[in-house]
């Protein structure tokens, strides 16, 4: 394959469905390859890790919004995505995120552990012989995890996947009209459900993630606008499950596929976290993030100029020979693995610390509870380039 044809396959169904081919050769071409005019792909695995930390790089925020797309407000599914602290640069970004981050504690994490186990415990009681995993496993599981942390019904759960999966397309390279309709009307929905819930916690505050952030929002020096809370609610919610059905949907179909490590972790689940790092490099659920460059760069002999757009291919340097050898092998006793899959810098995932329990507390237990787990026929992927991951799974528990 030739570097063009690569760089169009990423834009293609089938070059969608398997994209690593075409990273290794765009990676090959150059660390730093021309994407289109003023657009670069950074695909090593030294360069993405660096450019991510560097404090020179921004991402696009509403003031850049404001001039390539004067009227993006009106489309609520992507002013939810702009408005929260994914868009945002500092100083704004660093006084958003230091609230979240308050809220969204190591401890009030590790106390998901229990919740997790339980809801996946139910999931694996409830799973009949013959299942799709994705609607029987990988989604309900994370919505039922991030709701419970925000404090949302049971009852009201089942309402979130398809407003989210609609919404998040607003995060691909490229969409239609009608796509970028349905993420407008999601937006909307979803901005309507946390408007009334931010009300109901601001009369009666409870134990949850939603009422410790409208008290955040609500101190006196006002840590977060009304509207930043409510774009990062409903961050939190679209972020912390489409990303962790694809975890644990792409890593079960990786287990099967490796019924050796699938084995090897059945017994001895302290294997869990490589083999969640091992997963997560192996195939990211989240494949590229962006940023622009405040003033000119040298990447390693290329000339990049202020204002160029960077894509970094998480998903290439996580597959990159220089850091990883023999990269395309599914390997859990690779020494020292750390994929870029949760990104770097300020805008780290601010969940990688709940999807990694997640995942870590599953797979062990599916494969107890479920020793005949086996594919039960071809599994289809979503047509995806950014979140990538699969709509359905089919297997057999029997
Ligand atoms: C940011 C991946 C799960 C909340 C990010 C970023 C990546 C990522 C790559 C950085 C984007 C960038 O730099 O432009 C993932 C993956 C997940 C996952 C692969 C699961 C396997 C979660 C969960 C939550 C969450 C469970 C919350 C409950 C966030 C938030 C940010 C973020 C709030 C924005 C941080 C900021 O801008 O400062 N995630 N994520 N993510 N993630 Fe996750």
Redesign the pocket.
Known sequence: MDYETAVGSLFQPEGREDPYPAYDVIRAHAPAAPAMENQWFISSHALVSRL?RDPGLR?ADKSDYDQFWPAWRENRGVASVVLS??QTNPPD?SRV?RA?ASTFTARRVAAMREVIAAQAGELIDEMPAEADFMSAFAYPL?IGV?CA?LGIPEGERRWFRQRAADLTVVLEPISTEEEMGRADKAGRELEAYFTGLIADRRHTPREDLTSALVEASDADDAVLTGEELLA?LV??LV???E??T??LGTGLKILMDHPEQADRLRTDPSLAPNVVEEI?RYD???QL?SRFATAPLDLDGVEVAAGAMMTML?GAANRDPARYPDPHRFDPDRPNIQPV???GG???????P??RLEAQVAFPLLLNRLPGLAPAGNPVRRDRLTLRGYSSLPITTS
């Not at 300020?346 to 990688?352: D, E, I, K, R, V």
């Open positions: 991510l991402v602290m994914l970004h995120r979240a994370p991030i942390l990062n961050l939190l972020a912390g499950f990303t962790t694809n975890l997560l990211s659920p989240v993030t998480l899959s949760f990104g300020a805008h780290y995932c601010l969940g990688a709940l999807a």
